[in-house]
Antibody
Framework: QITLKESGPTLVKPTQPLTLTCTFS??????????VGWIRQPPGKALEWLAL???????RYRSSLKSRLTITKDTSKNQVVLTMTNMDPVDTATYYC?????????????????WGQGTLVTVSS | DVQLTQSPSFLSASVGDRVTITCRAS??????LAWYQQKPGKGPKLLIC???TLQSGVPSRFSGSGSGTEFTLTISSLQPDDFASYYC?????????FGGGTKVEIK
């Protein structure tokens, strides 16, 4: 059974960095095709894909946030960490850790089939 | 970057209605599209991947179609449990992107 859980601060001051940790179980980030990603949703707004890291350490980022985002993995701890620098009130959102569904026949991600419960991060002084 | 435009952004429908949501991509994405359902206060649920492949456990009243730049999610007979928001997502190229969402409410 796959589970993911986000942890980190619920309140961040403007200009400060945000560090979120995703702790997962039920799969290994050393297995071909496996990855872990982050998606956020500002209150009342649409979903925004942020970043994705694969078993082979391939990393992908949202274009508009690429300079502010870093995603890393610790396979021994079954954790993925997302860091976002220079936080702003517009970054206030629920942040979700997600597991991509790997389409074997196509060797690509087909969607995100498991989601963490989400963690609301508020950026305010 | 690929942009997705969903329409309508809001629709009001009755139980039993046939509902269709459209997602248009700014460039061709083959069938690399997923659909999600999100209920208030909950994380999204993957309904369909590869434009038309229903996830295990998703009722057969949901169906997806399309390829290239135009896609549809159809609910053949709307049930009370289906009142929610729906999002499309392109997975053809990075950065991955979501549509703006469609909120389905009870008429």
């Amino acid at each position: 059974q796959i589970t993911l859980k986000e942890s980190g601060p619920t309140l961040v001051k403007p200009t400060q960095p945000l560090t979120l940790t995703c702790t997962f179980s039920g799969f290994s980030l050393t297995t071909t095709g496996v990855g872990v990603g982050w998606i956020r949703q500002p209150p009342g707004k649409a979903l925004e894909w942020l970043a994705l890291i694969y078993w082979n350490d391939d990393k992908r980022y949202r274009s508009s946030l690429k300079s502010r985002l870093t995603i890393t993995k610790d396979t021994s701890k079954n954790q993925v960490v997302l860091t976002m620098t220079n936080m702003d009130p517009v970054d206030t959102a629920t942040y979700y850790c997600v597991h991509p569904k790997w389409l074997l026949g196509q060797q690509r991600v087909g969607g995100f089939d498991y989601w963490g419960q989400g963690t609301l991060v508020t950026v305010s002084s | 970057d690929v942009q997705l435009t969903q329409s309508p952004s809001f629709l009001s429908a009755s139980v039993g209605d046939r509902v269709t949501i459209t997602c248009r991509a700014s460039q061709g994405i083959s069938t690399n599209l997923a659909w999600y359902q999100q209920k208030p206060g909950k994380g999204p649920k993957l309904l369909i991947c590869a434009a038309s492949t229903l996830q295990s456990g998703v009722p057969s009243r949901f169906s997806g179609s399309g390829s290239g730049t135009e896609f549809t999610l159809t609910i053949s007979s709307l049930q009370p449990d289906d009142f929610a928001s729906y999002y499309c997502q392109q997975l053809d190229s990075y950065p991955l992107a979501f549509g703006g969402g469609t909120k389905v409410e009870i008429k």
